[in-house]
């Protein structure tokens, strides 16, 4: 316990560390536009829920998205990265540390999009960059049994970008975290998990914004496929873009003796999230 509190304090002293805005008297009069809804699909994602278990095992995920963007109906706005995400099992059963990242993107987004987004016409057409990257220490707290669910706390930062990557809306030169909390319960082959939690992240003139996250999932598992889906979000303060909803549905194909799994995601975003992802990818967990 002694280190799974270390390792929370850790995550919370180094996100300081990234900070890019200097801190003055803050405005709360004025919203900052620092939010999903002005920015592409990989600055402020909705997390991916945890279903109220902890990988014990090595865990690792190497995927394609396309992004196709409905900020603006009709307008040019394309956006294509390479991902990463793994899970490595710490001291004990119970604990893993988890990391996701957007490696490297690219995007084409036209006059109408950046009008949109606030952005100079200049910085329109054609870029790329890297995405943040989350850090994450996932805890279970309670495991499941005849008659209750297992619940696992997670711990997440999210680290800066670079300013080039805020001029052209693509994410923000400052920190964020959020703790979230989920609950998950075997029926036979279906699992039914529910979570919610607090995210942050600093926004300008020593500003931050607040959000309450919230999220539901189902799985199926089945010996050929694992079918799983997930409805999410999180609610900012501001009431500006800061509202984002996402549906996800996902089918890990082949059997759980495989070594190396192919999978297939879906995305659609809503409200202050306007795109839709395709995702196709491997994972791969040793035995």
Known sequence: MKRICFLIQLLLACSPMFAGVPIVRPD????????????GPNAFQVPEMNDGTVFKRFHLEVA???FSGHLVPGATDRTADIYLKCHIPLFSERV????WWAVHEWWDADDAVAAARRIDK???????DSGPAYISVDILLLTEGQYRPSIVLRSVLRTATEDASFASARS????GYFFDIA??????PFRISVSTGFLCWQTDNGRQNDAIMFGAAASCRLPWAVLSAQYGGYWGWERDGDFP???RARIDVGPSQWLVRPFFQYQHGFHDWPFDQFRVGAALTLR
Do not use: M, Q, V
């Open 122 to 128: 200049s910085l329109a057409g054609r870029g790329h």
């Open 96 to 99: 893993n540390l988890s990391a």
């Open 64 to 66: 394609g998205d396309y």
């Open 245 to 247: 909803r996402t549906i």
């Open 172 to 175: 923000y030169d400052a920190p």
């Open 28 to 39: 709360l009069g004025e919203k900052t536009l620092i939010a999903p809804g002005y920015f």
């Open 183 to 188: 609950a998950g319960k075997d029926f036979g």
